[in-house]
């Protein structure tokens, strides 16, 4: 900021000052800057004149009980007569601490609590009220300030040890700010981007820039933004469209739907710019169904972006016109392929086809579009505000910049994270994320969802980017990573994934229809206990897994779109490192970590069963022999593997072996 | 049994696509299945004439996707997710959990109509797996034991409603 | 530009697919989902090539070639994933070859063959799936569909009708009507041109052979036959003669062989609808009133109006087609003169199309209490015939049809090619209008294989503006432009296969350019040399008029050569 005003101010000439003044100053006549300067610095937020209170209410908050913290906190402060604010912000990303609720009092620091169930809020509130510094060692950390005081012996969040390896650009708003208000935004700067680009850059300066920082697709292609937009622009025709992948279908991934819900215009702004840039009039939002929150906070901001005339024609009195529409997706994994996407805008089924001709030249009902994902849009007003070179000073050789990874699985912090790229993988998972939890062994993790692969203990020291993983034969994606201990078996892990990609496969080609098919057979057959098997399955067993390599290979060089050609990675990855386990399976008939279930043999240690009967009652396939008072035991011919005597036996005589 | 809303005919819904093209077909079968909670033979007549397009595809449009429901759903729709971090915690136990309590499969409702299942794709909530959603609300870090106490819950809510 | 094919190097235009370039090259490459003049959809991915310096494999259908492409497609990694495909398709079909319609003209068997599938490398993953036997023209056995989308395609594009469609997805997708009904539920029209694309036997003309032979057999029935007029010059390919042979006398001696008693011609029925018709058009335009007159021979075109456009239902000609005049004659006038029992006799007819079966079937197609026709042959069910019965076609000596019904005009002829019922329809009109046989002789616009032409005549100061469409999209076209009135016509002739009956839903598989053009031509060759040339001019038809009908549009021609239509629902 410089001379105190906000530098959005520098653009607003003419007849954007006046849609400015009709939302921020209404009813006040001939403002001057001085008075829309200090109406922003107090929607910044960034010193408060009275209590403050936030509350994390995204996806992962509610989940945790927000709306019961939200409700014990109402009860506690409706009987104080002071005035004070409740805000509902989004995810900070710190979902192990769910929910989080911070309290912000005039003159001090910012103060985060978490996992604030509703019998913790009272205590709370009531001694920071009455200044009581022993609530102090329930806090998670400071936010840090410029004038205002600090708290005693509270770490600040740029310590805290979850926080201290990330460079948050995409994510650094979110949970803190207000997503449903658009002066916030705009009184931290927002659109400020937006109005230098329309008034001092022309639409090729714009993809230049975006090139030259070397951001690349951030939804898993990693394909050079700049050079995207450039076949677009470069593509003369009457209409363009840019369009927002908002679909995030791997499983896993949470990360657009934290900046969708917790910092709408971050994305808004992003697309605007880059719809510029193209020269597109009309851009989509193609977002999941299944992020109803994220849909809702979407809505508003667009709404709101349409009052203050940020969108709708004539933006900022340059004579560009854009309009938004969101499409919501109707559950299809496939439709986050582009030409998938475009089919499902068009009211067709989500089924890819061949390419070229590329959507940049002609996509969206002929016409060229680009497609991008929510986060390389989160990236772009950075870009245009701080330079090019400021963003590929961040990262690595070949990939710049920072990327936004979902943490979650068997690991003591789970959450998201944004970490500048070339940062070891260990370091995401144990200094970041703490390690495995309950003190388990870790095993891998998965990293690029159904089309990725994993990395072991021999390969945590890789740096992330884009090449480095697929050398180790797994996939950046678009950055869920989901951790797994010893409790976990690799081989359901893949036939997890087998049986996501047949569920979700078109079936418009043959090698992925049927070949993934194929695949989930043998792997089913593998994890199929003797009781359940028929025939000649033992054989097949045999062959299958030689077969597994060959199928892999057909269905990666001939399938028609991305899903096909990565579905055989994450068992060409498991293969690779796990090879024991899946040997286990076949030659064995046993699952080492005790997850396929029909492999899994139930065993009564003798030493510890005092022949109460009551397991064999219980079991429905009289299984189970034994004389009352005499030590029983399981016949695994006859046992269905059900657990119930697992769970009936008083003196934990029964285990998995 | 929860029964479509009779007194709205789809074509009322319609007209809030004044301009509909094919573009509009899937928002418009959402906004109808919203209101009517699931898309019935007549509904999809009615639609492919709105927008004169074969109802053959408007048939193939409706099934390609996982949203869209051809049979009355429960009053109470539970849907748990069954992404990665969700398996990886767990969430086949919490399905058996459900199946067993609620006598029912998945893609079934009760034959008293209070409650139907469906395992969907990620919900995004995957920090706090597993996890499941009914009728919007969602319930994180499941367990056996809290399946139990959450479903429970819901029948004595309809029991003191009634 | 210059590129590389199999280490040799060519000149090929700009702009073409990788499949085109082979092609012109002479190099073949196999293709299951690819249909000519339709978009590639890529799903199929036998057509995957090798290009140098590409990662994968890409397919050639839909890849355009590059200055300086290096193209593989018979490379060791080329062949092996095309097995894979194959095999991985075979897993999941059933292993029904011995007993399935499409026998030695399968598509997949072919392929099987060719790359030399020897093994069941995958286990089978088949899931029985009903039997669609619910239409009267074709039969549905989803189980042995490949999805390769071409029926659809062509339903959708072709034909702008859309009965069928891929409905779920995934292992789950099925090609199938709406709500997956039986096709008679549907809007099908029954022009079985999915039937002509479908590379296996999942969609399939109707079996009526047995129905025929036990007629045959059944020493109680006189059996009759006549043939439409596309297929004697079609016949021959299928029997060593050269494409576009007439081989109309052969062919009448191998059906008397067969058993067939008497052997008539559907092209003097069609001598006796241009009577009809053209007096209908002449009285019309006196009138002023139900213009434009629609020809109504085609039964596909027929129900596709009924379903489609009911408000032009009036526009119809109101004469039944050749076929189902033939059939009404046979039972009403020849049987009496031969004093035969109409109950005795067993009408049966060739046609190369599908929808005549279903046509055959209607309940309006009843005269005197018996159905006009009692069962309908395709071309492709004759030839069957014909080889069941170890008949050697090229070794037969011609011979003549059987009076009186087997006289006729070549106009007639020409009701196998688009544009030939305008053409003969409008050289008696003209005569009726002006009686000078020297008004119009050919009409050579009508003579190619556009999808629409349209031609104004003027006969005497009167004019005619006419419109020949062939493939129902080109005339939903039409009629929609008449409808919004841009056009308006006094005749339309509409066949609903594109080029006409020659290329019908019941011809022989494999519709390329050059066997229609050569179809075509024969007729016209037929037509140049003939010495009857004009529907009028047919002596056997003055005949019937005189001693039957009395005159076209008589009473007794309304009661059994007119029919009525009537508004269908169906999706």
Redo the contacts between chains.
């Keep these: 900021m410089n001379n105190g005003l906000p530098s959005i101010d520098k653009y607003l000439i003419g007849s954007s000052l006046e849609y400015f003044n009709s939302c921020l100053l209404p009813g006040v006549l001939n403002p001057t800057s001085k008075d829309i300067a200090e109406k922003l610095e107090t929607l910044k937020n960034d010193s408060v004149d009275k209590p403050y209170f936030f509350i994390g209410a995204g996806?992962?908050g509610?989940?945790?009980g927000a709306i019961h913290t939200e409700k014990a906190l109402l009860n506690v402060l409706k009987n104080h007569k002071f005035d004070y604010e409740i805000i509902k912000v989004g995810c900070i990303g710190l979902?192990?601490a769910?929910p989080i609720m911070d309290v912000f009092l005039p003159g001090k620091n910012r103060l985060s609590f978490g996992n604030v169930t509703p019998d913790k809020v009272e205590p709370i509130v009531l001694a920071l009220l009455q200044d009581d510094q022993t609530i102090l060692s329930q806090a998670l950390f400071q936010y840090p300030s410029l004038n205002l005081k600090a708290w005693q012996e509270v770490p600040f969040i740029n310590d805290y040890p979850f926080f201290k390896k990330q460079k948050r650009i995409v994510l650094n708003q979110c949970g803190i700010i207000n997503p449903l208000s658009i002066g916030q935004y705009i009184a931290q700067n927002g659109y400020s981007a937006l109005a230098k680009t329309l008034k001092e850059m022309t639409p090729i300066e714009v993809c230049n820039i975006i090139e030259n920082s070397g951001l690349k697709g951030r939804g898993g292609g990693g394909f050079s933004t700049g050079k995207k937009w450039k076949f677009a622009l470069n593509t003369p025709s009457d209409q363009k469209y840019f369009i927002c992948n908002a679909d995030?279908?791997?499983?896993?991934?949470?990360m657009d739907?934290a900046v969708v819900e917790g910092d709408p215009h971050k994305l808004l702004e992003g697309l605007i710019i880059a719809a510029y840039a193209i020269q597109a009039t009309k851009a989509y939002i193609y977002i999941r169904?299944?992020?109803?929150l994220a849909i809702a906070h979407l809505e508003k901001a667009i709404n709101d972006l349409y009052k203050w005339k940020i969108l709708g024609s004539n933006i900022f009195d340059s004579g560009f016109d854009l309009d938004i529409i969101i499409?919501?997706g109707?559950?299809?994994?496939?439709c986050g392929e582009e030409t998938a996407l475009i089919h499902?805008?068009?009211?067709?089924?989500?089924m890819p086809?061949?390419r070229?001709p590329f959507p940049a030249v002609s996509g969206l009902h002929g016409k060229p579009s680009v497609i991008n994902n929510v986060e390389t849009l989160a990236n772009i007003s950075s870009i245009i505000l701080k330079g090019s070179d400021w963003f590929n000073s961040m990262g690595n050789n070949n990939s710049k910049g920072t990327k936004v990874f979902?943490?979650?699985?068997?690991i003591k912090n789970?959450?998201?994270v944004e970490v500048p790229m070339g940062i070891t993988m260990r370091e995401i998972i144990f200094d970041i994320g703490g390690g495995p939890k309950n003190n388990k062994l870790f095993k891998a993790v998965?990293i690029g969802?159904p089309s990725g692969g994993c990395v072991t203990d021999e390969n945590l020291n890789i740096e992330i980017d884009y090449d480095s993983l697929k050398t180790i034969g797994a996939m950046m994606g678009s950055g869920?990573l989901?951790?797994?201990d010893e409790d976990?078996c690799m081989v359901d892990?893949a036939k997890?994934?087998m049986d996501?990609i047949?569920?979700?496969?078109?079936?418009?080609?043959?090698?992925c229809?049927?070949?993934t098919?194929?695949m989930q057979?043998i792997l089913e057959k593998i994890t199929r206990g003797r009781i359940s098997e028929k025939g000649n399955d033992a054989l097949?067993r045999f062959k299958g897994i030689l077969?597994l390599e060959?199928?892999s290979n057909?269905i990666?060089?001939?399938?028609?779109c991305g899903l096909g050609?990565s579905a055989p990675n994450p068992i060409l990855s498991t293969l690779k490192y796990f090879r024991n386990e899946y040997e286990a399976h076949i030659f064995d008939r046993r699952c080492p970590s005790g997850v396929c279930i029909e492999l899994v043999n139930f065993e009564i240690l003798e030493e510890k069963c005092i022949g109460c009967t009551l397991c064999a009652k219980k079991c429905p396939s009289a299984a189970i022999k034994g004389s009352p008072k005499a030590p029983h035991y399981i016949n695994n011919e006859k046992c269905i593997k059900c657990g119930q005597c697992l769970k009936v036996c008083k003196f934990g005589a029964i285990i998995k072996n | 049994m929860s029964k479509p809303n009779t007194n709205t005919t789809i074509a009322s819904l319609l007209l809030k696509f004044p301009k509909a093209n094919r573009g509009d077909l899937i928002p418009i079968l959402q906004y109808v299945q919203d209101s009517e909670k699931f898309l019935s033979k007549s509904t999809m007549i009615e639609i492919g004439e709105f927008l004169k397009l074969p109802l053959s595809k408007v048939y193939g449009v409706a099934t390609f996707y996982n949203q869209f429901k051809f049979h009355p759903p429960g009053k109470y729709q539970i849907q748990i997710c069954r992404g990665t971090a969700c398996h990886v915690e767990g969430s086949s136990t919490i399905l058996a959990a459900l199946i067993s309590d609620l006598k029912i499969n998945a893609g079934e409702t009760t034959p008293d109509g209070l409650f139907s299942l469906e395992v969907v794709a990620c919900i995004g909530a995957c920090g706090l797996a597993p996890v499941m959603s009914v009728n919007g609300e969602f319930f994180a870090k499941l367990t056996t034991e809290k399946i139990k106490h959450i479903i429970q819950n819901f029948r004595d809510k309809e029991a003191s409603n009634e | 530009m210059k590129i590389e094919i199999n280490n040799q190097s060519l000149n090929m235009p700009a702009g073409i697919s990788i499949l085109d370039a082979c092609k012109s090259a002479n190099i073949n490459i196999p293709t299951l989902c690819y249909l000519e003049d339709l978009f590639p959809s890529g799903s199929c991915r036998m057509c995957v090539v090798e290009i140098a310096g590409v990662k994968n494999l890409v397919t050639s259908c839909s890849t355009q070639i590059t200055e300086g492409m290096k193209i593989s497609t018979h490379s060791n990694r080329v062949i092996a994933a095309r097995k894979s495909i194959l095999e991985l398709l075979l897993s999941n079909h059933p292993d029904d070859c011995l007993y399935c319609d499409k026998n030695n003209a399968c598509e997949l068997q072919n392929l099987s063959a060719e790359l030399g599938v020897r093994n069941r490398n995958f286990s089978k993953r088949l899931i029985e799936k009903e039997i669609d036997k619910s239409s009267p023209s074709l039969i549905r056995d989803p189980s042995k569909c490949i999805l390769c989308g071409r029926c659809v395609r062509v339903c959708e594009e072709r034909q702008t009708v859309s009965a069928i469609s891929f409905i779920k997805r995934g292992s789950q997708t099925k090609v199938t009507t709406a709500f997956d009904g039986g096709l008679n539920t549907s809007n099908c029209i029954n022009c079985g041109q999915c039937a002509m694309v479908c590379p296996t036997g999942a969609i399939v003309e109707k079996n009526n052979i047995k129905d025929v032979l036990a007629a045959l057999s059944d020493k109680n029935k006189v059996v009759v036959v006549q043939h439409a007029p596309a297929i004697s010059v079609t016949l021959g390919e299928l029997f060593g003669f050269k494409q576009g042979s007439d081989v109309n006398g052969q062919m009448t001696a191998a059906l008397r062989k067969m058993g067939f008693q008497f052997v008539f011609e559907t092209s003097f029925s069609a001598d006796v609808t241009i009577m009809e018709e053209a007096s209908e058009l002449v009285d019309r335009i006196k009138k002023g009133e139900r213009l434009p007159l629609m020809t109504s021979c085609s039964p596909g075109w027929i129900k596709f109006v009924e379903h489609f456009y009911p408000e032009f239902l009036n526009n119809l000609s109101s004469c039944k087609s050749p076929q189902q005049m033939m059939g009404a004659l046979i039972k009403n006038y020849w049987a009496f003169k031969k004093n035969i029992n109409p109950r005795d006799i067993y009408s049966v007819s060739i046609m190369p199309c599908t929808a005549k079966k279903f046509e055959a079937g209607r309940a309006e197609m009843v005269t005197g209490g018996f159905a006009d026709i009692d069962a309908v042959l395709t071309t492709r069910e004759l030839a069957k015939m014909i080889n069941m019965f170890n008949i050697n076609l090229s070794k037969l000596k011609p011979e003549d049809a059987d009076d009186p019904l087997g006289e006729h005009s070549s106009a007639a002829k020409l009701f196998g090619v688009t544009g030939g019922v305008a053409e003969a329809a409008l050289r008696t009109a003209a005569f009726l209008i002006t009686n000078d046989d020297s008004k119009v002789q050919e009409i050579r616009e009508y003579r190619d294989l556009e999808g629409i032409k349209e031609l104004t005549l003027n006969i005497d100061g009167i004019t005619l503006k006419t419109v020949v469409v062939s493939g129902l999209s080109n005339a939903r076209m039409v009629l929609d432009d008449i409808k919004r009135g841009i056009k308006q016509y006094h005749f339309i002739e509409v066949m609903t296969c594109p080029g006409g009956c020659i290329a019908g839903g019941g011809q022989p598989f494999g519709l390329d350019k050059d066997r229609i053009v050569a179809r075509m031509k024969a007729l016209y060759h037929i037509d140049k040399n003939e010495k009857i040339r004009k529907s009028h001019h047919n002596k056997d038809v003055v005949k019937l008029y005189e001693e039957f009908l009395m005159h076209p549009l008589s009473h007794k021609s309304h009661e059994l050569l007119h029919t009525k239509y009537k508004p269908r629902t169906g999706y």
């Design positions: 996806t992962c509610l989940g945790a979902c192990f769910e995030e279908g791997d499983p896993g991934a949470f739907r169904a299944e992020y109803p499409k919501k109707a559950g299809a994994f496939v499902s805008i068009e009211g067709k089924r989500g086809r061949p070229p979902a943490l979650s699985g068997k789970t959450g998201l998965q969802g869920g989901v951790v797994m976990n892990v997890f994934f996501f047949q569920r979700e496969s078109c079936g418009k080609c043959i090698p229809r049927e070949g098919k194929q057979n097949d077969q060959e199928l057909t990666k060089e001939t399938s028609l050609q």
